[in-house]
């Protein structure tokens, strides 16, 4: 694979994340991968993380293939 086909990196100091463990919105990788969800593209998609975290629990959880 030459150089020209790799996709870019994506900027992750640029990227939006949830810590987990200071239940707060970060930009950048400012705590161990383990404490954060995302990268999310947006602050606001961020702060909505353990939102959507509950929701596909909830679809998880009535979908019979997980019974």
């Known amino acids: 694979m030459?150089?020209?086909?790799?996709a870019p990196m994506p900027?992750?100091?640029h990227q939006w994340?949830?810590?987990l463990?200071?239940?707060r919105v970060e930009q950048g990788q400012q705590c161990p991968a383990r404490?954060?969800?995302g990268p999310y593209a947006t602050e606001?998609?961020?702060a909505h993380a353990l939102e959507r975290v509950a929701?596909?629990?909830?679809e998880w959880d009535e979908d019979p293939r997980w019974q």
């Open 21 to 23: 463990k200071h239940h």
């Open 11 to 13: 900027d992750v100091d």
């Open 35 to 37: 404490n954060r969800l």
């Open 44 to 46: 606001a998609e961020a």
């Open 17 to 19: 994340f949830f810590c």
């Open 55 to 58: 929701e596909r629990n909830d």
């Open 2 to 6: 030459s150089e020209q086909d790799r």
